[in-house]
Structure formats: C-alpha cells, structure tokens
C-alpha cells in the first residue's frame, strides 16, 4: 500500500475521534456540572472539577477553593467533594479534618445529598430538552395546506414544472394530504416517473407535471448502516439499483425487501456525476410506533420529498412540549431495546458501546452541524438514563443507597458500600468489554 493511502484513513480517524472527544467533553460538563451547582446550592463545596481524567493539562483555582482542570484523558469527568475520599465520593478522606462537616458530601444531610447526586442526570435530560426545542424552533413547522420550498437538485431525466410557492391541491387525482405527517398517500400513489400535480399558483389552480412524491432521494444516512459503511451520502439520488432504473423511494424499499441480504449494486448521481457502490442489506430491529420491535432488511438511508416544505413559526411553549415528548420518546425505546436484549428478543448488535458511539459521532458531524447538535442531544438523554440505572458507581446506585438510608433511618455500613461499589464497578467494566467486543467483533 502507498503510504499516500494511508492519509485519508487516519484523516478519517482523527475526525471521529475528535466528533466523539467533542460530544462526550460537552454532555459530561453537563452532567458534572449538574453535580457541582445543586452540590453548591445544597451547601456542599466542591473540591475539583475536572473534564477527563489522568494528567491535568491545565488547571485553576476560583474564589470558591474549587480547582477546575482539564486532563488528558478524555473519557469522562468528576466532580470531588470537599471530605471525599475520592471521585465516586465513596467514603471519607481521614487525612483531612474539614472546618465543617455540613459542608461535605458525607456530613450534608440525606436530602442535599440526594438533589446532588440527581442533579447529574437531571441535567442532562435538561440539556436534551433544550436542544430538540432549539431545533424544533429552528425548522419550525409546514404550512398548511403543504406548499414547496426550496426544490433539491435531481437528475436532468426528471421532469419538474413545480416552482417554490405552489400549494398542493391534488396528486394524481387524489386530494393531497400531508404524507409525512397522515400517512397512507404514498401507499396509493401510482409509481411511475411523474406524476400529475394540481396546485394552486398566485391564487389560480393549475395543472403541472413533476417527480413522485418521494423519489430515490437520500434524506439522511443511519451511522454505522450499510449505506454508511458503502460511502453513500446524503443528497444522493439512486438512479439504477442492479442495473434496473428506479424513480421512487417505495421502489427501493421494496427491491431491498426482496434483496433478503444478498448484495446489491446502486448507481448514485451525485454533483452531475454517477458513483457505484455495493452493499448488502442487513437485518435491524427497527422500534413500532405501538411498541415492541420488527426485524427487517434496511440498508440505513431515510427518503425525503424532493422539496424542502414551506415552514412557519413555532411557539416557544408547543416546542418545548415536543421535545419532552421526543426525550420520553427515546426514553421509553431505549428501555424496551434493553429489555428485549435481554430477553433474546432481538439482536444485541442494537447495543453499542465506546467504539459504536464513536463511530456514530463522526457520521453524524459528517452530516452537518445540525444532524451533530441533535445527536449530542440524543446521546445525553441516553448518558442522563444510563446513570439512573441501580448499580453501584452510577448515580442511580447512590440513589439505591440513599433510599435504603432513609427507609432503614441509617446509612449502610462502609464495608458493604465498598463490596457493592466493587461489584458495580466489575459490572460496569465487563459491559463495557462487551459492548467493545460487539462493536468490533461481533457486530462490526
């Protein structure tokens, strides 16, 4: 191999490591902070705040006595209360004697403790919040009745006499519903190349010719999918898949289907210019609406309208609502997938660890700022459930013990804290190796 070759590759390898350096750095400050303010509003001093662990690269002390720092290893974060013997803030350091037991971890009564320790997760389900609202508010919503926006760029073989501005009256004879949000439309539209539009232009109904509805146009790219892994990217359109033309996106998903795994050949037009790439469907476990999971082949690419829909404002609160809505959304899946993992219903290749969600960061930074933000948001919602689970080292273990505290009207006993906190960590440490085995091994 040239060593020219190489470049790329390791190029590529310093972009997903530095896309999953960024997301990690910023979720963690978020949870840790979380931590440190209600520590802080709780009466609780903070001893260290540190992003990453091993050496501190760089470091400073506020007028609080709070050191905050940055280490070289950047795979997490602590917040070290003043007493703490150390980060996990599991037992007390006797080599030093505080001036005020309350202002401890271990001195400060249950219910600071307890606000302290959930604020972390808290904090991070906040922060999703915030940011599926942002980018509710910034996409805002279609019009209705459904008008054309901006149009994408499709091959010169496709007729479009569309212009930004129609609003849809009709297609093919069929009074026009908005398919991305009713459903069904695309099912009985005729799949042929064009297709006969009403639309209502400067206040006069008139009759035009474009696309289907929803061509073989590539809205988006799943990480770590087959599409992904072949280099197909979004803006694509799929012209020829095994040498047959293909002008709709149901034609894809049916030839997929049919494929059951066997290797495909696409042609791509891309930029005026065609791309091949091969791929082999794979099996998912993709979530219902209703619940549960369906395996099907998927080959990981979303399809879109081949125009951006007109869009109006929406409100501050109705957005915020819609990204509770969309945390619960992702919540609920998150533990149904466990669940089902666990039960051997589905594949654990669902599961993904270190590797994986490295991976998913640099597809999803690939994709552009917006894709990146929401997938920053997604992964602290996920990071925010993962630490409430009930295993000693995580938060939600804390919370186990703090709740055993007050039912029982005495903190466990420091012996069995450090059995449990040892089991918790061994646990912890071997789902990690798995999920990395399965990442590289088991489900590359």
């Known amino acids: 191999m040239n060593v020219t070759q190489l470049v790329p590759m390791f190029g590529n390898l310093a972009f997903v490591i530095l896309a999953f350096v960024v997301a990690l750095s910023v ?33 400073r002390e506020d007028k609080r006595g709070t050191t ?25 350091d006797e080599s030093v004697t505080p001036p005020d037991p309350r202002r401890t971890m271990l ?11 959930a604020a972390g997760p808290a904090f991070n389900f906040i922060f999703a919040i915030a940011i599926f609202t942002g980018s509710i508010l910034y996409q805002g919503r279609g019009v209705e009745p459904m008008a054309v926006g901006e149009i994408k760029d499709l091959p010169s073989s496709y007729v479009n006499e569309l212009r930004p501005g129609d609003s849809f009256v009709a297609v093919s004879g069929i009074p026009f519903t908005d398919p991305q ?28 010719q474009g696309p289907f509805l929803m061509p073989p146009f590539v809205g988006g790219v799943s990480p770590r999918s087959a599409a992904d892994d072949a280099g197909i990217q979004v803006n694509d359109v799929i012209t020829e898949i095994d040498g047959e033309p ?30 091949s790439v091969t791929l082999s469907p794979r099996r998912v476990d993709y979530p219902r609406p209703e619940g549960g999971f369906e395996t099907m082949w998927l080959i990981g690419i979303n399809g879109q309208l081949f125009f951006d ?35 051997g219903k589905i594949s654990t290749c669902n599961l993904s660890g270190p590797v994986g969600i490295a991976e998913t960061s640099g597809s999803m930074a690939k994709q552009g700022a917006q894709s990146f933000i929401w997938f920053i948001g997604a992964l602290s919602a996920a990071v925010g459930l993962i630490n409430l689970f009930p295993i000693p080292v995580l938060d939600g273990g804390h919370l186990v013990f703090y709740a055993y505290e007050a039912i029982a009207r005495r903190k466990p006993s420091e012996r069995a804290v450090q059995v449990f906190m040892f089991v918790g960590l061994a646990l912890i440490l071997s789902m990690m190796s798995f999920t990395i085995l399965n990442d590289t091994v088991l489900c590359p």
């Open 27 to 59: 979720i963690v400050a978020i949870h840790e902070y979380g931590h440190y303010i209600v520590g802080r509003w709780c009466g609780i001093d903070a001893e260290v705040f540190s992003i990453g662990f091993g050496p501190v690269l760089w470091s």
């Open 68 to 92: 905050w720092q940055l280490a070289a290893l950047p795979i997490g974060g602590y917040v070290k209360f003043v007493g703490d013997a150390n980060a996990a803030s599991v037992g007390a």
């Open 107 to 117: 001195g400060a009564p249950l219910w600071a403790r307890t606000l302290t320790v």
């Open 181 to 208: 949000r009713e459903g069904g439309l695309l099912d009985i539209l005729p799949v042929t190349s064009n297709l006969d539009y009403t639309v209502l232009r400067d206040g006069t109904e008139i009759d035009v």
């Open 246 to 275: 293909v002008f709709a996106f149901p034609q894809v998903q049916e030839i997929v289907r049919a494929a059951d795994g066997a290797s495909l050949d696409l042609t791509l037009w891309r930029d005026g210019r065609d791309v």
């Open 309 to 343: 829909p007109q869009t109006e404002a929406i409100g501050p609160w109705e957005a915020m609502t819609t990204g509770v809505r969309q945390l619960w959304m992702m919540s609920t899946t998150s533990l149904s997938a466990l669940q089902h993992i666990m039960f």
